[in-house]
Structure formats: structure tokens, C-alpha cells
């Protein structure tokens, strides 16, 4: 084993090589050498210590955390239309992509499945079957997708949404006045309600089971608690009036 230092000279000498060949290369071999050597030629070594650098931020020592970060602002921003809308951090990242492919109209629903060739014996709704499956109907309009959103409105005592969309679910409408932190919080809830009903329907389809609209409610009082209490430090959410009053933290 050697080290490129112990072959190649240092700055003061870039030219020098030190070999130390068991036979001397010859055919293939000397050409890759003679190409290696052209390569190198041009490259200066010092006595400093390597390290990873980068173009993308100003030639800054690389870290994977500030990759992750320019990964997120290009990959989950949806244009200026809903650049400000695409990011909540009071959920986790697989509801913010979750709301990204929606937006891009990447979920697998039916009707892109058989449009992409794919042999399905159905393209209706795998919960009420009474319309092809899009992304529309799946998340809006099934009548198990009605069920959830009143059970979620009737929880945050916002009345009925007769003309529910996906731009209202995007930036958090309500027709209600809320606190900019309260919107917030009412954007969370929408995501993560759209993200369990397509998780549920996705156990309809691959597990041949679906939970309940009550369980599903439950679920999704459950895990947007936790979620978002412990994003949100400094705010104190109690469990009991997240269940009972949760329209008090729209105001706050």
C-alpha cells in the first residue's frame, strides 16, 4: 500500500513521481499510466488536510444537513403560488412530501395507474365504488372521505365544508378567523387528515382492510397531538382540551 504523497510530489516539485514497480508497465497498462500522469500533472498538493467542499454554498465545507436542507426548499416547494404553503413544521417530512405529491398529482390513484398502461382489474373508488378512483374523489369525495372531514370539522366546531378543495386544504382556509399560528395549526390538521385517508385507503387496497371512520378520527387526534406539541415548543397543548375545545388553539 502507498499513499498518493508518497508518490507524487509536493507543491515545490508537482512534476516528480516516485514508482516503485514490481515489472515495468507496458501495453494497456503504460497507456492508463501515460493518461494518469497527464491527469495529475495538473493538480497541486500541499501539506493541508482534505476536506469536502461544495459549490452550493459558497464553497463552505460539505455536511449532509445543509444538502437535506437544499433538497427540501427545491424539492417540496411547489412554485410561487404555494411556496409559502408547501412547508409546515409542525408535521413530520413525509406529510409535507405527501401534500408535494399531491399538488403534483403524483399519488397512485386508479385512473393514473391505467393510464400508465398498468393492468388493474378496476379503476373505482376501492372504498364506495361508485366512481373511477382520482385523486379528487379518493381525498374529497368518497363518501368514506365526507365521513372524515365532517367527524374533523365537527371536532374543531367549524361547521360543514360543502365546497371543501384542495386549495383550501393546501393553504389551511377556513372562512373562519384565526390567528396566524391558528392557521397554521388548521393547515396541519387538514394535511394530516388528507395523509389518513389515503393511508387508509391504501390498507383497503394492498391489506384488504380498512379502519372505521371513528378509528380514523382517533388516529388522527392522536398522532396530530403528538405531532404537533412537539414541534411547536414554547406552546403548552393539553390533551384533554385538544379533544374536547381544539378551536381555542386557533386563536392563540
Same mark, same amino acid.
Given at each position: 500500500m502507498a499513499s498518493v504523497n508518497?508518490?507524487?510530489?509536493?507543491?515545490?516539485?508537482? /512534476?516528480?513521481?516516485?514508482?516503485?514497480?514490481?515489472r515495468q508497465p507496458s501495453g494497456r497498462g503504460l497507456?492508463?499510466?501515460?493518461?494518469?500522469?497527464?491527469?495529475?500533472? /495538473?493538480?497541486?498538493?500541499?501539506? @493541508?488536510?482534505?476536506?469536502?467542499?461544495?459549490?452550493?454554498d459558497g464553497d463552505k465545507p460539505?455536511?449532509?444537513k445543509k444538502l437535506s436542507g437544499l433538497c427540501d426548499e427545491n424539492l417540496l416547494s411547489c412554485g410561487t403560488n404555494y411556496s409559502s404553503t408547501m412547508r409546515n413544521n409542525l408535521v413530520p417530512k413525509k406529510? /409535507?412530501?405527501?401534500?408535494?405529491?399531491?399538488?403534483?398529482k403524483r399519488l397512485p390513484v386508479r385512473i393514473e395507474l391505467d393510464k400508465r398502461g398498468i393492468d388493474l382489474h378496476s379503476v373505482r373508488c376501492p372504498f364506495c365504488d361508485d366512481d373511477i378512483e382520482t385523486t379528487d374523489h379518493t381525498l374529497?369525495?368518497?363518501?368514506f372521505a365526507q365521513d372524515i372531514w365532517k367527524r374533523i370539522n365537527s371536532w374543531w366546531g367549524l361547521g360543514s365544508f360543502l365546497n371543501l378543495?384542495?386549495?383550501?386544504?393546501?393553504?389551511?382556509?377556513?372562512?373562519?378567523?384565526?390567528?396566524?399560528?391558528? @392557521? @397554521?395549526i388548521w393547515q396541519a390538521i387538514e394535511w394530516i387528515c388528507a395523509y389518513y385517508i389515503w393511508k387508509n385507503r391504501n390498507n383497503r387496497v394492498f391489506r384488504g382492510n380498512s379502519w372505521s371512520?371513528?378509528?380514523?378520527?382517533?388516529?388522527?387526534?392522536?398522532?396530530?397531538?403528538?405531532?404537533?406539541?412537539?414541534? @411547536?415548543?414554547?406552546k403548552k397543548f393539553d390533551w384533554f382540551t385538544w379533544l374536547?375545545?381544539?378551536?381555542?388553539?386557533l386563536s392563540s
Amino acid at each position: 500500500m502507498a499513499s498518493v504523497n508518497s508518490r507524487i510530489g509536493l507543491a515545490n516539485h508537482p /512534476e516528480s513521481f516516485t514508482w516503485a514497480w514490481a515489472r515495468q508497465p507496458s501495453g494497456r497498462g503504460l497507456s492508463d499510466l501515460m493518461s494518469l500522469i497527464q491527469v495529475v500533472s /495538473e493538480v497541486t498538493l500541499s501539506d @493541508k488536510v482534505d476536506s469536502w467542499i461544495w459549490n452550493l454554498d459558497g464553497d463552505k465545507p460539505f455536511t449532509v444537513k445543509k444538502l437535506s436542507g437544499l433538497c427540501d426548499e427545491n424539492l417540496l416547494s411547489c412554485g410561487t403560488n404555494y411556496s409559502s404553503t408547501m412547508r409546515n413544521n409542525l408535521v413530520p417530512k413525509k406529510i /409535507e412530501i405527501f401534500v408535494w405529491r399531491l399538488m403534483k398529482k403524483r399519488l397512485p390513484v386508479r385512473i393514473e395507474l391505467d393510464k400508465r398502461g398498468i393492468d388493474l382489474h378496476s379503476v373505482r373508488c376501492p372504498f364506495c365504488d361508485d366512481d373511477i378512483e382520482t385523486t379528487d374523489h379518493t381525498l374529497l369525495f368518497c363518501s368514506f372521505a365526507q365521513d372524515i372531514w365532517k367527524r374533523i370539522n365537527s371536532w374543531w366546531g367549524l361547521g360543514s365544508f360543502l365546497n371543501l378543495s384542495f386549495n383550501e386544504i393546501l393553504r389551511g382556509n377556513s372562512g373562519v378567523s384565526m390567528s396566524p399560528f391558528g @392557521k @397554521k395549526i388548521w393547515q396541519a390538521i387538514e394535511w394530516i387528515c388528507a395523509y389518513y385517508i389515503w393511508k387508509n385507503r391504501n390498507n383497503r387496497v394492498f391489506r384488504g382492510n380498512s379502519w372505521s371512520a371513528a378509528v380514523t378520527l382517533n388516529e388522527i387526534q392522536v398522532k396530530s397531538f403528538e405531532w404537533i406539541s412537539l414541534r @411547536k415548543r414554547g406552546k403548552k397543548f393539553d390533551w384533554f382540551t385538544w379533544l374536547s375545545n381544539p378551536h381555542l388553539y386557533l386563536s392563540s
